[in-house]
């Protein structure tokens, strides 16, 4: 298995297959003008359009070598906003698709430079706008399956706290850590002026920390990524250190 990833990465392309089509057909039942409450100021169209360009930078930046400057950002002449994000979601699927995972690619996070890395960022970059756009259309959210969502948990908390905030320059107030368990998985993740970094652990280090976050494994990563309430998981201890590690995420994945 390629890099941090905690699924096979033949998963990882399916994910990305199933929930774009996922994506499209929700797409059809609304206006690309309705407004997506997960993402404020965001519309449906808007969300459709930063998934396709996204596809397309990411393709730019592994045959490239590095992150582009210029790529195509929205529908060309003529083309359907739904072409767009399709033909960004085959070009990018069929680059993935012809290199081992564990070849080398070049990517933002020194712990995995390999295609497998991209094949994780993008199925859950897929997963987390679906729930997006399900909610601009009003409709319910689709459940992630439970082996997708444990590894969405381990990179919001590893790659995107750990990661994605120290290379922000960003940082705690309070010096503290929050435990997180769901499915026989365990995490802590510590932040504070001096430090930003979360692991894997065991369920008696993560019972230790300051706060204890439980839940479904579906529920704990939209949670993560700011796409479910405060009522979706369960927090034990003062809660502080809890709200930190919301704060903390939605700068580090805005």
């Given at each position: 298995m390629a890099g941090q990833a905690m699924i096979d990465q033949g998963r990882f392309l399916e994910v990305i297959g199933a929930e774009t089509e996922l994506m499209?057909?929700?797409?059809?039942?609304?206006?690309?003008d309705a407004p997506v409450p997960t993402c404020p100021g965001w519309t449906l169209g808007e969300v459709l359009r930063h998934v396709g360009s996204v596809y397309r930078v990411t393709r730019r930046w592994i045959t490239d070598g590095r992150r582009p400057e210029h790529w195509q950002r929205k529908p060309g002449p003529g083309q359907t906003l739904d072409e767009y994000f399709r033909e960004g979601r085959d070009e990018l699927v069929a680059e993935l698709s012809a290199h081992d995972p564990d070849e080398l690619a070049p990517t933002w996070w020194p712990a995995d430079r390999s295609y497998g890395f991209w094949r994780r960022r993008m199925a859950h970059e897929t997963t987390i706008h679906r729930i997006d756009a399900e909610s601009a259309a009003?409709?319910?959210?689709?459940?992630?399956?439970?082996?997708?969502?444990v590894d969405g948990i381990d990179e919001a908390l590893v790659l995107w706290f750990g990661q994605r905030l120290p290379l922000l320059g960003l940082s705690g107030t309070k010096t503290g850590s929050v435990g997180v368990r769901t499915a026989g998985h365990t995490w802590i993740a510590r932040a504070g002026p001096t430090e930003t970094v979360a692991w894997r652990c065991s369920a008696d280090e993560a019972q230790r920390a300051d706060d204890l976050i439980t839940g479904?494994?579906?529920?704990?990563?939209?949670?993560?990524?700011g796409r479910a309430g405060p009522t979706a998981v369960t927090v034990s201890g003062d809660q502080d250190?809890?709200?930190?590690?919301?704060?903390?995420?939605?700068?580090a994945t805005r």
């Open positions: 499209a057909q929700v797409a059809h039942t609304a206006s690309a009003g409709r319910d959210v689709s459940e992630i399956p439970e082996d997708v969502a479904k494994p579906d529920k704990i990563y939209r949670w993560l990524w250190m809890a709200g930190q590690l919301w704060a903390l995420l939605r700068l």
